[in-house]
């Protein structure tokens, strides 16, 4: 399995990803940000880095038909979004379809988009998290595959949060990265999810320790 991350910035899930002795192979990291820390990542571990800034393209077709156009030039089986902060076009989404992952600071469904610690202290939650994803055309709603959960206590504020979300998200997004790796995990044409041979309807769910 040949895997692409797609990042923007500190790429913390990148390195979680770098040091899990997965058995697929990182074969490239690909960023819209020259500055993002996570290409010096990319770098210390010896992995093709691609810098393609969106607004070097005159729209957001030409930006994502540039990014498409590497991951090829990579033979990229597995697109791995790792605090890639782009929408990708529909278009651009259905020719990776069943093949790209996100990972998402919120326990979808709840909580999508931006600010998710801030939205789930607002609503009272007891529980928060992480999720991952296939990525679908609309925003973080593929199908969930795994989840981080959390419980939140009194005293939890979104710096908090943040962090602890963030320690889960190492933990499940290599998990989930490898079940794809080693077909523990098999998305079928028909659009359905196996895990270890049976239909995935819920999110397998890992608690904190
Ligand atoms: C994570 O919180 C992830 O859930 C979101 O972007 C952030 C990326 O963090 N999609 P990092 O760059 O991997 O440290």
């Given at each position: ?41 990319a ?75 801030a ?40 710096d ?16 989930v990265?490898?079940w ?30």
């Amino acid at each position: 399995m040949r895997i692409a991350v797609l990042v923007s910035g500190h790429g913390s899930n990148l390195q979680a990803l770098l040091d899990a002795n997965l058995s697929g192979q990182i074969v490239g990291v690909l960023s819209n940000k020259p500055t993002a820390y996570a290409l010096q990542r990319a770098h210390v571990a010896g992995i093709a880095t691609q810098t393609i800034e969106h607004q070097n393209y005159a729209s957001r077709d030409a930006f994502d038909q540039a990014v498409h156009a590497q991951l090829l030039a990579w033979h990229v089986d597995l697109v791995v979004l790792a605090g890639f902060m782009r929408i990708l076009s529909p278009a651009f989404v259905t020719q990776w379809e069943g093949r790209m992952l996100n990972i998402h600071p919120s326990l979808l469904p709840k909580h999508k988009g931006m600010h998710t610690h801030a939205k789930a202290l607002e609503a009272g939650d007891t529980q928060h998290g992480c999720t991952v994803h296939f990525v679908t055309a609309q925003l973080d709603s593929g199908q969930s595959l795994a989840q981080g959960v959390l419980t939140v206590n009194v005293d939890d504020d979104q710096d908090s949060l943040a962090q602890r979300v963030h320690k889960l998200e190492h933990k499940i997004y290599p998990l989930v990265v490898e079940w794809l790796c080693n077909k523990t995990l098999v998305y079928q044409a028909n659009g359905e999810v196996l895990l270890h041979e049976k239909k995935l309807h819920d999110p397998v769910q890992i608690f904190e320790e």
